[in-house]
Structures are given as structure tokens and as C-alpha cells.
């Protein structure tokens, strides 16, 4: 891990902001197999915002820069890197007023979900950003995000974890990645922005954040998630012709300790009761099964179709309009700790940081 400071600055540590680059595209560089992650990055952002207008370098916080002693596309990324970034968030929090976290977009998302749940209860912003196009392209678009995420970084009005991406300020559990090229390439299908810049001009809506809505002392659970860094949390989105042999090769092993179900529409799947038998059967023996729906907007209402009827009964928990990296992130965080199987269903359908 490095760390750099920017050279401007001369506030004291606790009006800063902790910049963590853990790599992704806003930072890699082209070679000859490809775009990797590339280092050196405190400098590189340093030598961006000294590009900017004046006023605008001069509205900037200060900040220090702790980049990953190994930087990764964030398609490497496990739980345990969750982990990691939560650890290092928690560390620091009295040291700094807010944290961008510059992060790959592919999997951006699901480390935000994940923070959330890690960090309930944060009393100031954490806000995740990246960049479609590497810092250093003609007409990046990684300015605009880095520039927007340390204003956000820096309202203390903000007390959760967001993605700021394309003009847009997420709820971080309630954001997907929508859009493989485009620039404005996250939503949040369910639920409304946190903010936003129009024009030169930032706009943050309190109201819809955590800080207005569920108050009390941060209450962060750092937990161990190595243990199901290996896959034991499994996602299965349906198709039509899926068999029960296929389900099975997924809820059946040993060492499945739980699976998030796509189902179709408001909760339906094929009515073949030897499927509904083998979620039952997983399910049954203690694994937590929890259904979303395939669609990115709306909500599932388990009961709703005959087809799906049985799936309350065979001990499925609705997941609601949760986002598949909100609901996956969830069980993942329940089943790391060491709750009895009732606490994790109870907490599962709780909302715990807005993110249902
Ligand atoms: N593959 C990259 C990553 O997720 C994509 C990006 O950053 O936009 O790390």
C-alpha cells in the first residue's frame, strides 16, 4: 500500500478526505494484451485536477491517497476485498471526513452493497467512483466522476455509502450497473438519486438519505467474510428448460450455505414441483434461500402466480425490489457471522441500510 498527499493542501487530517485506488479502468493503462491497472496514481490525480479551472482546483477538499499494493480489474474482486476495503474505511474514519473509493465499474456496485452493510450506521460519505474510459483518454469521462465524488465526499450531510457516477449520486445498495459502454452506465432502478449535478451546480437531496432516515451510533460489522469467499453463497437466475439436476448441481453440494434465486416477474418459476422440491430440500437444510425478481424495477410478490405459490412454504425469503448485488451482498454479510439461522432470516427482511 502507498500512500500520497495533495500538494496543495494544508488542512488538517480530519477536514481531508482518504482517497483508496484499488485499480479498475479510470486508472489502467494500455498495454500491449490489453488495459491493465496502472500505479503511481496520486500524482496522475494531482496532475488531473491541476487541468481544472482555477475556481474549480481551489473548491476541491484536500485529500491523502492510499493506493492497493495490488491493483485489480475489478473483476478479481472477492468478498475478502470487501473485506479489506471496509477494514481500512473503519481504520480511518476519525483521521477523515469522507472517502472516495476509485474502484473498476464492473463490480462497483456489489462493493458498494457490501460497504453498506459493513458500515451501517457511518455518520459521514463514502463515495465510490470510476471511470468507463482511463484517465489520461481523450474525453474521459474519469474528471467529471472524480471531480463530482470528492464534492459529495466532502457535504456532511451525506452519511452513507454512494456511487457517483455520470452527474448521478447513487445509494450505493440500490445501484446496478446498467450499461457496458455508455458513460452514464449506473442506475438506481428502485429507488430515487441521492443527488446530482446540473450544469456547474451540485444538488444533494437529504431527505432520501440514510442520515435523515435511520439515525443512531454507527453500528459497523466488520466481519470475516473469507470463509464464503469461495463461492459457498450461490446466484441462479432462471431460464426456461432449467432442470432439476442443474439446480441441484448449485443448492445440492455441501458446500452451499445459500443462494439467491432470480425468479421471473413479480415471482414466478416453471411449475415443475421438482424444483420447487429441490429449494425446498436446500432450504430445509439450513441453507438460506433468498428469490428477487429478473427485472430490474418492481417488486416480487411471493404467492402472487400458482406457479410460485409454494415458494414461501418451501422457507424462500422475499427479497423484494432489492438489486441481485444488494440481495447476493446481503446474505453473503448475513452468513458470515455467527447468528442463528432465525436471526439471519429476521435481519434478511429487515431493511438495514435503505437497501429495500
Ligand atoms: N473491467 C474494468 C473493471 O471493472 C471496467 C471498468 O473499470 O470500467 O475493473
Redesign the pocket.
Given at each position: 500500500m502507498s500512500t500520497t498527499s495533495s500538494l496543495t493542501s494544508i488542512a488538517p487530517t480530519k477536514d481531508r478526505l482518504l482517497v483508496i485506488y484499488t485499480?479498475?479502468?479510470?486508472g489502467?493503462w494500455q498495454q500491449a494484451n490489453g488495459l491493465s491497472p496502472g500505479g503511481n496514481f496520486g500524482e496522475r490525480l494531482h496532475q488531473a485536477f491541476s487541468t481544472l479551472p482555477l475556481s474549480k482546483q481551489q473548491s476541491l477538499p484536500a485529500y491523502d491517497v492510499i493506493s492497493y499494493a495490488s491493483l485489480?480489474?475489478?473483476?478479481a474482486a472477492t468478498p475478502f476485498h470487501w473485506q479489506q476495503l471496509a477494514k481500512d474505511i473503519a481504520n480511518n474514519l476519525n483521521k477523515y471526513c469522507g472517502f472516495v473509493i476509485i474502484?473498476?465499474?464492473?463490480?462497483?456496485s456489489w462493493t458498494a452493497s457490501s460497504l453498506a452493510y459493513q458500515l451501517q450506521g457511518i455518520d459521514r460519505p463514502v463515495v465510490l467512483t470510476?471511470?468507463?474510459q482511463p484517465l489520461e483518454a481523450a474525453g474521459s469521462d474519469a474528471l467529471d466522476n472524480l471531480y463530482g465524488a470528492f464534492y459529495f465526499a466532502a457535504q456532511p450531510a451525506l452519511q452513507e455509502v454512494a456511487i457517483y457516477f455520470a452527474n448521478r449520486l447513487l445509494r450505493g445498495a440500490r445501484s446496478v450497473k446498467q450499461h457496458s459502454e455508455a458513460v452514464d452506465?449506473f442506475s438506481s432502478p428502485n429507488y430515487p438519486l441521492l443527488g446530482e449535478r446540473i450544469g456547474d451546480d451540485f444538488i444533494h437531496y437529504p431527505s432520501r438519505g440514510l442520515a435523515y432516515q435511520q439515525r443512531g451510533a454507527p453500528r459497523f460489522e466488520l466481519v470475516d467474510y473469507r470463509p464464503l469467499a469461495q463461492g459457498e453463497v450461490a446466484r441462479v437466475v432462471l431460464w426456461p428448460g432449467i432442470s432439476p439436476w442443474q439446480l441441484k448441481a448449485m443448492l445440492g453440494d455441501s458446500r452451499c450455505k445459500g443462494a439467491l434465486i432470480q425468479l421471473w416477474g413479480a415471482g414466478n418459476l416453471p411449475s415443475n414441483p421438482e424444483l420447487l422440491a429441490m429449494i425446498a430440500e436446500a432450504s430445509g437444510e439450513g441453507k438460506m434461500i433468498a428469490a428477487i425478481s429478473q427485472c430490474p424495477q418492481g417488486s416480487i410478490h411471493l404467492g402472487a402466480y400458482a406457479a410460485g405459490d409454494g415458494l414461501l412454504d418451501a422457507g424462500v425469503l422475499s427479497g423484494d425490489d432489492m438489486t441481485p448485488e444488494a440481495a447476493y451482498t446481503k446474505l453473503v454479510h448475513l452468513l458470515a457471522q455467527p447468528l442463528s439461522l432465525e436471526d439471519q432470516r429476521h435481519r434478511f427482511l429487515t431493511p438495514l441500510v435503505g437497501e429495500r
Open positions: 485499480g479498475g479502468t479510470i489502467m485489480i480489474d475489478s473483476s474502484h473498476g465499474t464492473d463490480t462497483l470510476g471511470a468507463m452506465a
